[in-house]
T-cell receptor, first 108, second 115 residues
Framework: LAKTTQPISMDSYEGQEVNITCSHN???????ITWYQQFPSQGPRFIIQ???TKVTNEVASLFIPADRKSSTLSLPRVSLSDTAVYYC?????????FGDGTTLTVKP | SAVISQKPSRDICQRGTSLTIQCQVD?????MFWYRQQPGQSLTLIAT?????????ESGFVIDKFPISRPNLTFSTLTVSNMSPEDSSIYLC????????????FGQGTRLTVV
């Protein structure tokens, strides 16, 4: 599975939109792009998954260009409770390769 | 979705001993995996737990150190054998159902401290 690269950390303020970009240059045809959120002392929690173009659910949007070598997670109007580590990963048949994650800090 | 329960949630163990971690899923799943997360770091895949056969280990992990069982579609165990302080970590169970796309679910993890 392809390894992913994302910024180590990001800061934001409450109410802002946050975009976290991830690089996955070696993604394979059968791989899906998945984002997880992890709070301290908890397991990762699924946010969103996509294969190409745009996917939106009640908490986030995922943008994937045609070449699929990168993706962007968009969190609309973040709150303090969105402070967490966000992992971008490629997933194939449930098997995941985690990158280093992005620590998002939301400030008041 | 699937709910994953891990036992124990945490433990403190003496070096040289072994600990078995249990993972129970509330519904039948096709795939189960075990990960390790060292303090402040990302998750590393240890192995894929295969029902009725030997687990498939990732590079750097061996069966003698991390024996894994999966007797049925909803249950798996990971044993950390002959523990040393370097094994202190969080161990997480993950499960996924067959299909595309496949969403993987994670347990809350077992926090292991070896003294």
């Amino acid at each position: 599975l392809a390894k992913t690269t994302q910024p180590i950390s990001m800061d934001s303020y409450e109410g802002q939109e946050v975009n976290i970009t991830c690089s996955h240059n070696n993604i394979a045809t059968n791989d899906y792009i998945t984002w997880y959120q992890q709070f301290p002392s908890q397991g990762p929690r699924f946010i969103i998954q996509g294969y190409k173009t745009k996917v939106t659910n009640e908490v986030a949007s995922l943008f994937i260009p045609a070449d699929r070598k990168s993706s962007t997670l968009s969190l609309p109007r973040v709150s303090l409770s969105d402070t967490a580590v966000y992992y971008c990963l490629v997933q194939n048949a449930g098997k995941s390769t985690f990158g280093d994650g992005t620590t998002l800090t939301v400030k008041p | 979705s699937a709910v994953i329960s891990q036992k124990p949630s945490r433990d403190i163990c003496q070096r040289g001993t072994s600990l078995t971690i249990q993972c129970q899923v509330d519904s039948q799943v096709t795939m189960m995996f075990w990960y390790r997360q060292q303090p402040g770091q990302s998750l590393t895949l240890i192995a894929t737990a295969n029902q009725g056969s030997e687990a498939t280990y990732e590079s750097g992990f061996v069966i003698d150190k991390f024996p894994i069982s999966r007797p049925n579609l909803t249950f798996s165990t990971l044993t950390v054998s002959n523990m040393s302080p370097e094994d202190s970590s969080i161990y997480l169970c993950s499960a996924a159902k067959q299909g595309a796309p496949t969403e993987a679910f994670f347990g809350q993890g077992t926090r292991l401290t070896v003294v």
